[in-house]
């Protein structure tokens, strides 16, 4: 019984995975991104993908268990056109 259950959790175990050693987050988030194409999905319909955008900024925020950078996430779209209402006014992300 214990070979069974050692196996299977062995089987699901997530591969190591090495992160970008030169990845710079400062450039990254140095302006924002605009939608160059994009699809309806089950959370954002149609009527939401006008003027979508998303603006990065690293905090001084701490996040429990995590030691880097905390980078904060404001999404924007208009909704209905592309002067439409801000879908996000209150930055729930």
Known sequence: MYNIL???????TCPFI???????TTEYIRSTWYIQQQQVTGYQPENTLYCVAQTLNQ????????????????????????NGQSLNMNNFT
């Open 18 to 24: 090495q992160p970008m050693s030169n990845f710079n």
């Open 59 to 82: 905090t001084t925020d701490t996040v429990p268990f995590f030691s880097g950078p905390v980078i904060s996430v404001f999404n924007y779209a208009n909704v209905d056109n592309v």
């Open 6 to 12: 050692l196996s299977s959790v062995l089987a699901f």
